[in-house]
């Protein structure tokens, strides 16, 4: 897949903000952010697109693994 026009392939991936809550699928309760950003070896934290982050609903208690983009 070639790049956008204007991006530089050699740039670093982009920080990613994930919700701190969502909207559950199942009961409409709310899922909170149970991931944490990890610091990479630059010191920099914060989610990068493919990471997975995961939710925890308080009313029905489902899971929820997300795939940022």
Do not use: K, N
Not at 4 to 28: K, M, R
């Amino acid at each position: 897949m070639a790049p956008e026009h204007g991006a530089d392939p050699h740039d670093e991936p982009a920080e990613l903000e994930a919700p701190a809550t969502i909207t559950c699928v199942d009961c409409g309760g709310i899922c909170h952010l149970l991931s944490h950003p990890r610091p990479d070896e630059d010191a920099t934290t914060g989610f990068v697109a493919g990471d997975i982050v995961a939710y925890r609903c308080e009313d029905c208690l489902d899971r929820w693994d997300i795939e940022l983009a």
